[in-house]
């Protein structure tokens, strides 16, 4: 009896370390870069690479090693999200995973509530994975779906049909996974405003506790790009039409839009990406993977091989390294926050980032009048729905609204300068002859 109070007490003692290390410790993310895809999509600008399974082995060495080296670095840190990105993560053989999951937990400390996200492909999904997944710690799966109709997925080059995604659904819930996400994309060609209201419907009759939705992008150099002259592309005012449709859909059905592309149940926010958005710190690993830590901003070569022989050989693996200065940091405020609900204040701006934010705010003013943007009661300025919809070109006004007046501060500093110092040379020279002629 007494050696059972004493391993009880023992099992108390180390839980309480834990909790007390997880209040102690800063929180940090971290995302890991899959770049293997079964089948490039053509809309897809990630790297990402096709028929590269043979490379999974040395890259997952790669990886492993990049994990051990940057441990130590996180040293005061809590992991409390974790994102396993792609390409498609899910097609990574299972021991692979159970080899990156055994890695993180030995070497990180992971706070006791970590969201731990990975993405799946509808056809990636099988009981075994799901399995591998939960034993790892992934209590949060996201799973690209973009359409409820087979051709509309056929021409976006996806791998599944939408009954597959079903299934994935009824298997992903099975393995007793509470936090999914699913991705739709609207404004595709040919798409009706009938044929998008019903991928919205079907999704929604999936039961996910978040839904991310993207508006279709021609991205420069992908197949889509290059055939936009043989597309029906949807003209700007329907795309509209189809995102202001589903925001009010969705919130009917209980989704909270909390960023311009996502909407989620109370509880179900994506903590990693809010991270993102709230510019708080994070580390990548893998190729072309970013990081904000340290008050440094780095990303890694857009190149498998790169990657691999640089870390298997001790090579350059850096793509892009700089310091942000506390300036820089006050626009990606602006730019990153009113990409949220949470939007910006006028006093937080300018207590953190030592900015003025009037210009910004006479800008926002002229938003409100449009109907764009609203202020709420404690001053937070954020989007509207409308407003989110052209959240790119007002963003970049208000960006513009600072940096405009950040250089009528110079300008002024500037004069100022010039006045004092011919002042101060006006006086020496006064002083100069006044002791001449004493003289």
């Given at each position: 009896m007494k050696k059972q109070i004493r391993q009880h007490q023992k099992r108390e003692l180390k839980l309480q370390r834990k909790r007390m290390r997880d209040l102690r410790g800063r929180r940090l993310g971290l995302y890991i870069h899959v770049?293997?895809?079964?089948?490039?999509?053509?809309?897809?600008?990630?790297?990402?690479?096709?028929?590269?399974?043979?490379?999974?082995?040395?890259?997952?060495?790669?990886?492993?090693?990049?994990?051990e080296e940057l441990a130590p670095r996180t040293e005061g840190y809590v992991l409390d999200t974790i994102y396993l990105g792609g390409g498609t993560p899910s097609i990574l053989p299972e021991n692979a995973l159970k080899q990156l999951f055994k890695a993180i937990h030995k070497e990180y400390h992971l706070a006791r509530d970590c969201e731990i996200t990975v993405e799946v492909n509808p056809d990636s999904v099988t009981p075994s994975l799901l399995k591998t997944l939960r034993h790892g710690g992934v209590n949060r799966i996201s799973m690209g779906v973009q359409s409820a109709h087979d051709e509309e997925l056929s021409l976006l080059n996806r791998l599944h049909t939408f009954e597959q995604?079903?299934?994935?659904?009824?298997?992903?819930?099975?393995?007793?996974?509470?936090?999914?996400?699913?991705?739709?994309?609207?404004?595709?060609?040919?798409?009706?405003?009938?044929?998008?209201?019903?991928?919205?419907?079907?999704?929604?009759?999936?039961?996910?506790?978040?839904?991310?939705?993207?508006?279709?992008?021609?991205?420069?150099?992908?197949?889509?790009?290059?055939?936009?002259?043989?597309?029906?592309?949807?003209?700007?005012?329907?795309?509209?039409?189809?995102?202001?449709?589903?925001?009010?859909?969705?919130?009917?059905?209980?989704?909270?839009?909390y960023e311009v592309s996502n909407f989620a149940k109370e509880g179900y926010r994506s903590r990693h990406n809010m991270k993102y958005w709230l510019g708080q710190e994070y580390v990548g690993v893998g190729p072309s993977a970013h990081s904000d830590f340290g008050g440094r901003r780095y990303s890694y070569?857009?190149?498998?091989?790169?990657?691999?022989?640089?870390?298997?050989?001790?090579?350059?693996?850096?793509?892009?390294?700089?310091?942000?200065?506390?300036?820089?940091?006050?626009?990606?405020?602006?730019m990153l926050r009113m990409r949220t609900v949470e939007g910006i204040e006028g006093n937080e701006y300018g207590s953190t980032f030592r900015m003025n934010f009037t210009p910004v705010e006479k800008k926002l003013e002229l938003f409100r009048d449009s109907g764009w943007v609203v202020q709420e009661d404690n001053g937070r300025w954020h989007f509207t729905p409308t407003g989110f919809l052209l959240s790119n070109q007002l963003i970049g006004?208000?960006?513009?609204?600072?940096?405009?007046?950040?250089l009528e501060v110079m300008l002024a500093t500037h004069r100022a300068q010039q006045a004092a110092e011919a002042a101060e040379a006006a006086a020496k020279e006064a002083a100069a002859e006044e002791a001449s002629v004493e003289a």
């Open positions: 770049p293997f895809c079964r089948r490039k999509c053509d809309y897809c600008d990630f790297y990402s690479l096709a028929n590269s399974e043979d490379r999974m082995k040395d890259y997952v060495r790669a990886l492993l090693l990049n994990l995604a079903e299934r994935a659904v009824g298997m992903i819930r099975k393995a007793g996974f509470k936090n999914l996400n699913l991705d739709l994309i609207f404004g595709l060609p040919d798409q009706t405003m009938e044929a998008w209201q019903e991928s919205v419907e079907a999704i929604l009759a999936l039961e996910p506790e978040h839904i991310s939705m993207y508006a279709l992008t021609l991205e420069e150099g992908t197949p889509l790009w290059q055939r936009q002259d043989e597309l029906n592309l949807v003209g700007n005012d329907d795309q509209a039409d189809e995102y202001l449709w589903a925001v009010n859909r969705l919130a009917e059905m209980g989704y909270e839009q070569v857009r190149d498998l091989e790169g990657y691999i022989s640089g870390m298997l050989n001790g090579g350059v693996i850096v793509d892009s390294s700089e310091m942000i200065p506390p300036e820089e940091r006050g626009y990606e405020y602006l006004e208000l960006l513009e609204s600072q940096e405009e007046n950040r």
